[in-house]
């Protein structure tokens, strides 16, 4: 069987376009669900990460307006002081994956400045697959969710290895 020029740029436009960052074995959680990484509503992204359980090997995506938002990985007290002048790392394409490759906090916030201290901004609570580490909340925020949406994605690696074959065989006639 002879692959197809063809074949090979579908496969590649297809996943472009998927969301589906083919790295990630776990789960991939839109910051935000539908609502994504924004001031707009001033939404409660303390809330929205406590009704989610995050394992190693799962990502987390930031979709937002890359004109208006970024996104900083930060340590505990940044987080807390909403400092974004010590990130360790700083997103800025508005649709950014990122691996959750360690147990433990990750912070995030906003650096355009003030957007963190309107409540842009997350804590990511990552557990071992199976571990003990619960989410946690605030007496503040300790009230039932609202019709909280996950917006995990339900694709994994192993997945992908039966999917794409099948387009593969469907699209092109492959037999």
């Known amino acids: 069987m002879v692959f197809k020029t063809e074949a090979l740029v579908f496969l590649v436009i297809m996943f472009a376009y998927s969301g589906v960052p083919l790295m990630v074995n776990g789960a991939v959680y839109t910051v935000g669900g539908f609502t994504g990484w924004t001031t707009?509503?001033?939404?409660?992204?303390?809330?929205?990460?406590?009704?989610?359980?995050?394992?190693?090997?799962?990502?987390?995506?930031f979709v937002f307006n890359p004109a208006h938002h970024n996104v900083m990985e930060v340590s505990s007290s940044d987080y807390e002081s909403c400092n974004a002048e010590a990130a360790t790392s700083i997103y800025i394409t508005g649709d950014d994956t990122i691996p959750l490759t360690k147990e433990g906090h990750h912070y995030f916030i906003c650096g355009v400045p003030g957007h963190c201290q309107v409540g842009q901004k997350v804590d990511i609570q990552v557990s071992t697959k199976g571990g003990a580490m619960t989410p946690t909340m605030s007496p503040a925020n300790s009230t039932s969710p609202s019709n909280t949406t996950s917006s995990a994605s339900k694709y994994s690696s192993k997945d992908l290895i039966v999917l794409v074959p099948a387009l593969v065989v469907s699209a092109f006639g492959f037999a």
């Open 40 to 61: 707009i509503g001033h939404y409660d992204y303390a809330k929205w990460a406590a009704n989610q359980t995050f394992q190693v090997g799962d990502a987390i995506r």
